[in-house]
């Protein structure tokens, strides 16, 4: 990283963004955004996954101008990137998802707001103005506090419904436990009220289960207070049916999250869902399942292979790919572009602007992303996003 005479953060990669957010976040918030579940095997793969995919760059080509607009949804994002959702953004710097809303706006990219937001969902919006901007939906046993939690982003105009699947049970965060991983004192879990909820704060649920009185939480040594909390609120037995569910009492598009296999792919398209979110949650849940970028390909094929099936639902005409994990590198999305996703979103790296920087941190993350894939699209020869083949990649199993 390149440090001035007066010591000021000038980085010139995401990876320096993260060391620098290391040096400001407490012990507990690091652990929380950075650690992965178990060995932590999954996490490192997200990354290396894309360092065994090989550019093929065609020459000649004019590539003075290069055209990133995308569209999604049937709206337009200044590219093909979007924010992922992730929780408790006030961990990371006081205006927490507030800041993250408008470094969206600003830049022009959609941002997935958590349900584990530490900023009521409605305050987001306002900040969000008229940035494009999508809900992540965790289902919770009270079906009512979920459906009041869509009606709110509903009237909050939130243009889609993430569903996130990949979490029927926490994954088992190491750090956390180490850590003793819980929300501070000031800030709670702001989508929700404590009348209705209950456990607006995790150190709650943790307190509460120490001196025996949080029975509902089985806190046990081998338990962090979050995923004590999720265990007991989340609803673990989702099924297909549940997307159909959804669909009946929302008329915003459906995108699922945390789909890893062809199978559940055609599942989803079955369903009816606007759009899969192909995502190992960063690492966080299931350790050993590989990276989204590497069952990408076998998600494309199966998608272009079956024709859509007739069902009673109303099917998009095409199911959109979006994808997510271990992207850090403008030719990391030039290559999840080629292998067929048509959105690339980036969790960890908003968090460690965010935690450099707020707002502005944020933006400029967003911006250097911006700019190492236009170059990255330069020097493969592409001029627009739209014309991104996958003959610009080569597999490891493929020859030269
Ligand atoms: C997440 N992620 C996540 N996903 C989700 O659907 N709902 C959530 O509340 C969260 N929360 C969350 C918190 C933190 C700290 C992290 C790091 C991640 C997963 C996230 O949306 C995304 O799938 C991954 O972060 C993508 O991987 P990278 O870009 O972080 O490598």
Request: with cysteine; proline share 4%; aromatic share 6%.
């Amino acid at each position: 990283m390149a440090v001035s005479a007066n010591g000021g953060f000038h980085p010139i990669n995401l990876d320096d963004y993260e060391a620098t957010a290391k040096e400001r976040l407490t012990t507990q918030a690091h652990g929380y955004f950075s650690s992965g579940a178990n060995d932590q095997w999954t996490l490192r793969e997200n990354r290396e996954a894309f360092n065994r995919i090989r550019l093929r760059p065609r020459v000649l080509n004019d590539v003075s101008k290069v055209n990133l607009n995308t569209s999604i949804l049937g709206h337009t994002s200044t590219m093909p990137v979007l924010v992922a959702p992730t929780g408790m953004q006030k961990l990371a710097h006081p205006e927490g998802e507030t800041a993250t809303a408008r470094a969206a706006r600003e830049v022009g990219v959609p941002m997935t707001l958590s349900t584990m937001s530490t900023t009521p969902l409605e305050e987001v919006a306002e900040s969000s103005g008229k940035g494009l901007r999508f809900f992540q939906l965790y289902v919770f046993q009270q079906r009512e506090l979920t459906v009041q939690l869509i009606k709110r982003a509903e009237a909050a105009g939130y243009s889609a419904i993430v569903l996130t699947v990949d979490v029927p049970a926490m994954g088992r965060r190491e750090a956390d436990l180490r850590n003793h991983f819980t929300l501070p004192p000031h800030l709670t879990l702001a989508n929700f009220d404590e009348e209705t909820h209950g456990a607006t704060r995790l150190c709650g649920a943790r307190e509460a289960a120490r001196d025996g009185s949080g029975g509902d939480f089985g806190l046990a040594d081998t338990k962090s207070a979050l995923s004590a909390y999720v265990n007991s609120m989340y609803d673990g037995s989702l099924t297909w049916k549940t997307i159909d569910w959804l669909k009946s009492i929302t008329a915003l598009p459906v995108i699922v999250k945390g789909i890893m296999t062809p199978e559940d792919a055609l599942l989803a398209r079955e369903h009816g869902v606007s759009a899969i979110w192909v995502s190992n949650h960063g690492g966080r849940q299931l350790d050993g399942v590989d990276a989204p970028i590497t069952v990408l390909p076998s998600i494309k094929q199966a998608l272009a292979e079956k024709p859509v099936m007739e069902s009673h639902f109303r099917m998009p005409t095409r199911m959109a790919i979006w994808v997510d994990g271990g992207v850090r590198r403008g030719s990391d999305i030039l290559k999840a572009l080629a292998l067929g996703a048509d959105m690339v979103a980036v969790g960890r790296p908003v968090l460690w602007g965010l935690a450099c920087g707020g707002q502005q941190g944020v933006v400029d993350v967003l911006s250097m992303i911006r700019e190492e894939l236009t170059l990255a699209m330069k020097l493969a020869g592409c001029n627009d996003v739209k014309k991104v083949s996958r003959q610009l990649v080569r597999l490891a199993h493929e020859p030269v």
